[in-house]
């Protein structure tokens, strides 16, 4: 799974997003369809997850490729929202590391590599529940600097 870089700066309990900020982000109507699940969202940090069932395979039977980065992009959207100003995808470049199979539980992790006020780069893993890793990507996004309109003040 992803693992955060060290910054001595930031508290080892960073505390989770306003609960509006969270909702606003769980609420995903592509997500909700393919059964993706937003666990988690903390500033830098996301975790969402998902099973593969059978609507969501492919031609040869193991998880569908876009279904797989469907999940790391909700991730995506998540960790790079996470601050509370919105963020929208410049690029992601996907690896497909081994395929996700029927059953699976495929748990995705995102953390921020960097960010400016304009631009941020993430990396988003995605493992089943025994840890055989399934995806990674290198996402990156162009901060517009507008503030969420949650009725919350962007931390």
Do not use: C, K
């Not at 930031?10 to 509006?20: I, L, N």
């Not at 998880?63 to 909700?74: I, K, Q, R, S, Y």
């Not at 497909?96 to 960010?115: I, M």
């Amino acid at each position: 799974m992803a693992d955060a870089l060290p910054d001595d700066s930031a508290p080892v309990d960073v505390p989770a997003v306003a609960p509006a900020l969270f909702a606003a982000l769980a609420a995903d109507p592509l997500a909700a369809h393919l059964g993706i699940e937003l666990e988690e969202v903390r500033p830098g940090y996301a975790r969402a997850s998902m099973t593969v069932g059978p609507t969501l395979l492919n031609a040869v039977g193991t998880a569908h490729g876009g279904a797989t980065m469907a999940l790391l992009d909700v991730v995506h959207a998540a960790v790079s929202n996470s601050h509370g100003t919105v963020a929208v995808a410049q690029d992601v470049h996907t690896e497909f590391l081994s395929a996700g199979r029927p059953g699976d539980h495929l748990v995705a992790e995102g953390v921020e590599l960097h960010r400016t006020g304009r631009t941020a780069v993430y990396r988003i893993d995605a493992a089943t529940a025994d840890g055989r890793q399934v995806a990674t990507a290198l996402a990156r996004v162009f901060r517009l600097g507008t503030p969420w309109e949650t009725g919350e003040a962007a931390p």
